[in-house]
């Protein structure tokens, strides 16, 4: 099974630019293209939040213009710019998304089992998930503890040393650390929301915060850091799963380059 993972697209309603700068709902129309174009074309794309930059409902119709352009199945998770009921009535043919309260879910129709955590915390940008939704996790992972499993949450899940995105970090990561620790089949857990490609262990698993398909945040570590971006280099990250090797990830950058050139 191969899985695209595309992140913080940062829709804008038509004609609006993103922070003023960039068109994102092109760049998101060319990322689609990128990932649609690949020489093995994946089985599931998954988006992991911020999927529009205002969560206004024109937002949401400019996106799912863009997004039938994606002729494979994709998932959904929102990210702190997100509005989750908006999203909810923007998506309501997608089926596996819950009616009503916090968009955690479950889809068990692919070889790999994916788990959609909701850490928004409405009105705020830091990620979070409350203890019923922690309890929810914890049962949803125990009905099946074999599967291999991807979870899906838009904050990553640790301190990524860049002050300004730490600011808006899952905070309290303790108690979900606690459930994932206790099943073995958790292969990954996928963020976005950084804006870069990230990987730490953590709760005996590995956390991959994926690129934006907008902009890029700069890696600034000094504690000093102003916060700044960059347009570009812009990524989409491909998971791979087979029964013998497991899990590898990779990191496929979209745009064009020179090449290609013979390999020795």
């Known amino acids: 099974m191969l899985i695209a993972q595309l992140s913080d697209p940062h829709v804008r309603p038509k004609g609006v630019l993103y922070q003023g700068v960039v068109d994102s709902n092109a760049l998101l129309g060319e990322a689609i293209d990128h990932v649609v174009g690949m020489d093995r074309r994946p089985d599931l794309v998954l988006f992991t939040g911020d999927l529009v930059d205002g969560g206004q409902p024109e937002e949401y119709a400019a996106l799912r213009e863009i997004l039938v352009g994606l002729p494979i199945p994709y998932l959904v998770i929102p990210g702190n710019h997100d509005d989750r009921e908006n999203l909810r009535k ?59 499993t991807l979870l899906m949450l838009h904050h990553p899940p640790f301190v990524s040393g860049i002050p300004y995105m730490d600011e808006y970090r899952y905070f309290e990561e303790g108690g979900l650390r606690a459930v994932i620790e206790r099943f073995d089949n958790v292969e990954m857990v996928l963020c976005g929301h950084v804006h870069r490609s990230m ?29 700044a971006s960059h347009v570009g280099p812009r990524a989409c990250m491909l998971h791979l799963w087979n029964e013998r090797d497991g899990l590898v990830s990779h990191t496929s950058q979209i745009g064009h380059f020179e090449g290609p050139y013979p390999f020795a």
């Open 90 to 148: 923007a998506f309501s043919d997608h089926e596996y998304l819950p009616r009503h309260g916090p968009l955690h879910y479950c889809v068990d129709d692919y070889p790999v089992r994916i788990i959609g955590l909701d850490s928004t915390v409405p009105g705020m940008h830091h990620g979070h998930v409350g203890p019923e939704g922690l309890d929810w996790l914890a049962g949803t992972l125990a009905q099946d503890e074999n599967k291999p």
């Open 199 to 227: 990987l730490k262990r953590w709760a005996n698993t590995v956390v991959c915060a994926c690129p934006s398909t907008a902009t890029e945040i700069d890696l600034r570590l000094l504690t000093s850091a102003e916060p």
